[in-house]
């Protein structure tokens, strides 16, 4: 299969052995990278057709639509592969937030350079021993 | 491990049964999702240390600096992880393009639906039939 060629099915992409495709959800417009999940060849199927994201809960081993419970559904806009076919990035529309803490996006905190977070620790310490 | 915690380091992220953590890449002032590639904690160490992307090769199974050949390089804004902790988000500047196609970014093609794909088959053979 070359998967070079620009007419790939869902069929042709690369699941991995568990049978899952990693996929990256973004916010249409404003470019904001929203959560990523895991699809199958069924939840993808029925992303494509009904115009929601459904993914496969590893930790369930079930089904579920974005937003079923929560009302927090994502309109798909566009579903895009990667070049080695192995990823998928899915263009939404939000409704709602996308993380189950009440955040927009799951990805709301940032790790720290080990050499800068031990830099600032110093320096708040030494902050904290000028102010006592 | 409370992962709702908002200072977690790197021995805090979910790493597979394979020690690896999937990291998407993404322009930080375009929005643009570049790609998705692997790191292991080591090269998500490097990641921090060095400010360029570091990745592990699972089919090459070696570490990887993106652009150290092609001078494609990508200079790290910032290092994001989601709710789960369990997928990182690099925010870059990519110098050239992140593809080794050529291609800008990865995902440069789209799935259609399949309801949409049949109909617009038949579409152009309906068309192709009234040209001919």
Known sequence: MDIERDDLSIADMKFGTDGLIPAVVQ????????????????????????????????SRQSYWMKGESSGNVQNVMDVRYD???????????????????GEHSCFYRSLRAPALS??????????EDDDS
Chains 1, 2 share one sequence.
């Open 83 to 101: 070049c080695d076919a192995d990823t998928l990035l899915v263009l939404v529309d939000q409704t709602g937030v996308a993380c189950h803490t």
């Open 118 to 127: 031990n830099d600032e620790t110093a320096a708040q310490a030494a902050k």
């Open 27 to 58: 916010q249409h417009d404003s470019g904001e990278v929203l959560m990523v999940a895991y699809m199958n060849a069924e939840s993808l199927a029925k992303t494509l057709e009904t115009g929601s994201t459904w993914f496969w809960s590893r």
